[in-house]
């Protein structure tokens, strides 16, 4: 490096300094994942340096670790306990139904379009039906296609019948429940213990865990679907206080740092995530099952997953939306994001 080169990083190091000396507001994140996972080494530090960016200085953002159950950061953050969070949708049956749309199997192929997608829905459809009423909403994302990580081959879905597999909520519960499978309900980071322990013979979750979670040394085998077995909605949240207190130009730039931009790179990072997954199970001597469109298995469970579109329809009748025009909506936007790749 040359010395203007060297001047320059020192000069950025003392403005980016004298920014957080002078910052008029902390924003406290809590997060639950591990240090690895692409949340804490992507999201969040890029998120952190958009807003301090944005703001110059005036608000500074500081990640910390959350120990107790994920499902509890929304309440931690409604009540003020940190200023923002993230946590998945479905561990609060009930309160956030809408986003469910984006769960349902074989809708998409990857998780930034999911998460871009599942934003537009939201801003376009659900947004009026207020369902994060106590929260501000920061974004929405989703992990890439859920996958089969067991301690037995599945040579045919058969296979999965009476087997004892952890599920974490929403509609991939309905499609266990069609799989004949014993659902253990946990939360994603419960997997390597119930695994270990034999307590669950496998796990419904993204191939980016068989590194983040080290299910590659509690899996012998990890089948992946085209599409997936499904997908997990995520909201990013904000203390509404908090963010009120915010000058108005504050929140601009915060929301500016936000909503889609941040959606996009949560789907982003999290899918990119899946490609070192599957790296390290084959490394690991993990049995990789990569299948095809034509596989049987492929054939099979598309067949069960059949008419969970409506479950979702369904299930969000007590909403003020128009759940099929939403659906037809997301699956435009799926298509649209795809089509300009």
């Known amino acids: 490096m040359n010395i203007k080169k060297s001047l320059l990083c020192v000069a950025?190091?003392?403005?980016?300094?004298l920014s957080a000396v002078a910052a008029e507001t902390t924003i406290r994140v809590a997060t639950w994942l591990p240090p690895t996972n692409p949340q804490n080494a992507i999201v969040w530090p890029t998120w952190k340096q958009w807003v301090e960016e944005a703001t110059e200085g005036r608000v500074e953002v500081i990640i910390e670790n959350y120990t107790s159950h994920p499902k509890t950061i929304f309440d931690a953050v409604e009540d003020g306990v940190y200023d923002a969070g993230f946590t998945v949708n479905a561990y609060l049956p009930g309160r956030f139904k809408l986003s469910s749309v984006a769960e349902i199997p074989g809708e998409i192929t990857d998780a930034e379009t999911g998460s871009v997608a599942l934003w537009r829905t939201y801003k376009d459809y659900f947004e009026s039906a207020n369902e994060y009423e106590g929260l501000h909403l920061l974004a929405l994302f989703v992990h890439g296609p859920g996958q089969l990580h067991t301690k037995f081959p599945v040579n045919a879905i058969s296979d999965l019948k009476g087997k004892k597999m952890r599920v974490g909520g929403g509609l991939i519960n309905d499609l266990a429940e069609r799989l004949e499978v014993t659902p253990v309900s946990a939360s994603a980071p419960k997997s390597y213990e119930m695994m270990q322990q034999g307590v669950v013979d496998g796990t419904f979750l993204p191939a980016q865990e068989q590194k983040f979670f080290r299910l590659s040394e509690v899996s012998t085998d990890l089948t992946l679907f085209p599409k997936?077995?499904?997908?997990?909605a995520f909201s990013i949240v904000i203390n509404p206080e908090v963010f009120e207190s915010l000058s108005k130009k504050d929140q601009q730039a915060i929301m500016k740092a936000s909503g889609e931009k941040l959606s996009r790179l949560s789907g982003a990072a999290w899918g990119q995530a899946d490609i070192n997954g599957?790296?390290?199970a084959k490394e690991k001597g993990v049995n990789v099952v990569i299948l095809s469109e034509d596989d049987q298995r492929v054939k099979d469970l598309d067949k069960l997953a059949e008419g969970i579109d409506q479950?979702?329809?369904?299930?969000?009748?007590?909403?003020?939306?128009d759940a099929e025009a939403a659906l037809a909506g997301f699956r435009k936007y799926v298509t649209d994001i795809n089509s300009k790749k």
């Open 12 to 17: 950025a190091g003392a403005v980016f300094s």
């Open 228 to 232: 997936g077995l499904y997908t997990t």
């Open 278 to 280: 599957v790296l390290e």
């Open 311 to 321: 479950i979702w329809v369904d299930s969000v009748a007590d909403r003020d939306v």
